[in-house]
């Protein structure tokens, strides 16, 4: 076998085993997003409902049926449990599987832009990114969008580069299933814009091939996002689409937190510090600016940055951190081209074992330069696997509630509806934001109700008593910023149960 086939193995084995850290965990965290995803996927396995049809748990006697990006993830989890039978784990099983099919996809393209050095490295930073790390194992829908999203990259390369019908076909289906699992995969068609424009010229952009493209790419999640809105008009239920506002205002210019998070989730989770030193070293001491992967790399990193920036009140929040997912292929690409640059221009020189003394300043340029190199490329290894356990400490953190939940579902009769905590219902100027925390229902298998912070008071509760709700389950760390609100609902309610810092009422 040769050393450079068995580094390609050796990269994918260490991409695939820090992506199988969480792989057999349950759905015990305190994350919205994971405990719908799996109510959805629970409901379409055990209600057999079509996938047209996504019902989450929150919305009291209603329907459940929300609006939602197209829930191709969470039917494929479905259609597991129908085959295999009922297993938690099975979304972080899906979540991996689709995480190493992109490793394949990228490595392709790696593969294709670059020489087998550049490629290697490219692949490497991309194997070890530590929101790619974190992603590969959640429950959530950004693995399977992130393969389409990036098999949509490489088939428009592929395309631009030489007309092919098959990655013409292949391009408008991987863009269109992107736009489909996640809306705000959009913005790789600005990418495609500026590569247009720059390989083949503006005219280009109003060429039949180039019309179509945008347009079948585009229509599907058009005709999807029309339709599940209405279930938003009908019933008020939307994960984040209709009912949290996520977009830039004129207080980025007054509220240094938008930049500010955008930046540092860019640096710490993306780059990994490391990262922009040694493009400083290759834009200062190579040619590297001028090569066509270069172009790429920087379109597609203008494409995410104008995302983050029109989306700056989610993408600059902490836990905002995996729409930045986007910028991981171009920043990958840049790396992985410049750490090459710089090595093929110093290391000939610096090995050279025929000097003279007009060759010793270049030789010191060199070694302080690959020494530096050298250093850059450590740290960039060592912070992303800091930041990934970071990450994950955070994002894999079990809830202490979750201990609670087998006494409560024997406290709590079937078809009861629950009413339990939720989140702030706007931001300090009045923005909407879905404030919806499903986990509670999730674990006991319950539908209810939640109620904000803002409304947290015991008329409130009574009035949710008048829409059903049987029984509340109370955070004490939420109650308890309202004063005088847990004496006032255990002098009005009966508390029949207590548990790590949750409190069940019988309304």
């Known amino acids: 076998m040769k050393p450079t086939n068995l580094l390609w193995i050796i990269i994918f084995l260490i991409g695939v085993g820090a992506r199988s850290t969480e792989l057999l965990r349950a759905v015990d965290t305190e994350s919205w997003r994971e405990s719908d995803v799996s109510t959805i996927a629970k409901n379409f396995y055990q209600k057999n409902t079509d996938i047209f049809h996504p019902q989450i748990a929150w919305d009291g006697s209603g329907p459940g049926y929300t609006e939602s990006e197209f829930q191709i993830y969470s039917y ?86 030489d007309q092919s019908g098959k990655f013409y ?36 952009l109003f060429t039949p091939k180039v019309l179509i493209l945008g347009l079948l790419s585009v229509l599907p999640s058009v005709f999807w ?33 938008f930049v ?18 040694i493009i400083a070293l290759a834009l200062l001491f190579t040619r590297w600016i001028k090569k066509e992967s270069t172009l790429i790399g920087i379109s597609w990193l203008a494409s995410a940055a104008v995302f983050y920036i029109l989306a700056m009140r989610t993408t600059a929040d902490d836990w905002g951190y995996y729409y930045h997912i986007f910028s991981i292929p171009a920043v990958s690409l840049l790396l992985g081209g410049a ?40 740290l960039f290894v060592f912070s992303s696997f800091k930041y990934f356990y970071r990450i994950k400490a955070s994002v894999f953190q079990t809830s202490d509630f979750y201990q609670c939940k087998d006494s409560l579902v024997k406290l709590i009769p079937p078809g009861s509806l629950v009413l339990a905590n939720g989140g702030l219902k706007g931001d300090k100027l009045g923005h909407p934001k879905a404030f919806n925390d499903s986990y509670f229902f999730y674990w006991i298998d319950r539908k209810g109700y939640n109620i904000t912070i803002e409304d ?47 409190i069940l009422f019988k309304l």
């Open 456 to 502: 947290l008071s015991v008329k409130n509760v009574l009035a949710f008593k008048d829409k059903g709700a049987a029984f509340f389950i109370a955070e004490e760390r939420t109650i308890g910023k309202v004063p005088g609100l847990v004496a006032d609902l255990k002098q009005t309610f009966t508390p029949i149960f207590e548990c790590n810092g949750c």
């Open 225 to 257: 996002y029309v339709y599940g809105n209405r279930f938003f008009v009908l019933y008020g239920n939307s994960l984040g689409l209709s009912n949290e506002y996520a977009w830039i205002g004129w207080d980025i210019f007054t509220n240094k937190h």
């Open 339 to 378: 750490v090459i640059e710089l090595w093929d221009k110093y290391f000939p020189l610096v090995n050279s074992k025929t000097t003279t003394a007009t060759d010793k300043p270049g030789i010191t340029k060199g070694r302080f330069i690959l020494g530096g190199l050298a250093l850059l490329v450590c």
């Open 169 to 204: 076909t292949l391009l408008i289906l991987c863009t269109a299933l992107a736009l489909l699992c996640k809306i705000t995969a959009a913005n790789i068609g600005l990418m495609f814009i500026i590569m247009i424009v720059f390989k083949k010229g503006w005219k280009s």
């Open 260 to 277: 500010i998070g955008i930046i540092q989730n860019e640096i710490f989770t993306v780059w990994t510090l490391a990262g922009p030193f």
């Open 76 to 161: 494929l989890i479905a259609t597991s449990y129908k085959v295999f039978g009922f297993w938690e784990p099975t979304g972080r099983i899906i979540s991996f599987i689709f995480s190493l099919a992109t490793l394949l996809v990228f490595l392709r393209l790696c593969k294709y832009l670059f020489e087998e050095k550049a490629a290697l490295f490219s692949f490497f930073f991309f194997a070890i990114s530590p929101i790619l790390l974190v992603i590969s194992n959640s429950i959530q829908p950004e693995s399977v969008m992130f393969f389409f999203y990036v098999c949509s990259g490489y088939t428009f390369i592929r395309w631009l580069n």
